[in-house]
């Protein structure tokens, strides 16, 4: 991994070792070490609330804040998108529009929001997928690199214990 990914991570380690902090903050700072570091738009904390059911945790959004509006998504709406969470893979979208995965999302989710590009990275805990770190980038395409999609997967792994 790049040098700036690994002092990334430092840097969140040792915020994240303040033993004050709420899991509001913790959330908050991996979500903003995302967006600094990937230089995106908007990263988010979705957890499942079962095995049909998808909530946002929190949504950080580099021009408007943070977002704790209730957003879900569900199983029944968007088969092809949680057949692709239920691999416990990476879901790489450089053109989510038209990714054959992430299609289905565009006229309820993507369009409105102008996202067109998103990575979402499985957060697990033995083994089951318990959530994911959704990053986005909004108004262009961006292609996302071996070395981003590492620093998120290491990000999941290492925090997960944090996040949920």
Known sequence: ??????????QLHSTLDKPDLSKPDIIQAALQCCLDTLQIQ?????????????????LLD????????????DRWSFPGYFAALDSKKVILAVDAFNDPVTAELC????????????MDVPIKQQDKVIGIICCEQTNVVK????????FVIALCSRYSKYLC
């Open 1 to 10: 991994m790049h040098n700036r990914f690994t002092e990334q991570l430092a």
């Open 42 to 58: 908007r990263a988010g904390l979705w957890l499942f609330a079962d095995d049909d059911l998808m909530s946002c945790q929190m």
């Open 62 to 73: 580099k021009t408007n804040g943070i977002t704790q509006e209730p957003l879900m998504i």
């Open 107 to 118: 006229e309820h989710f993507l369009r409105p929001l102008n996202i067109r590009s998103l």
């Open 143 to 150: 292609h996302w690199t071996l070395e981003e999609v590492d």
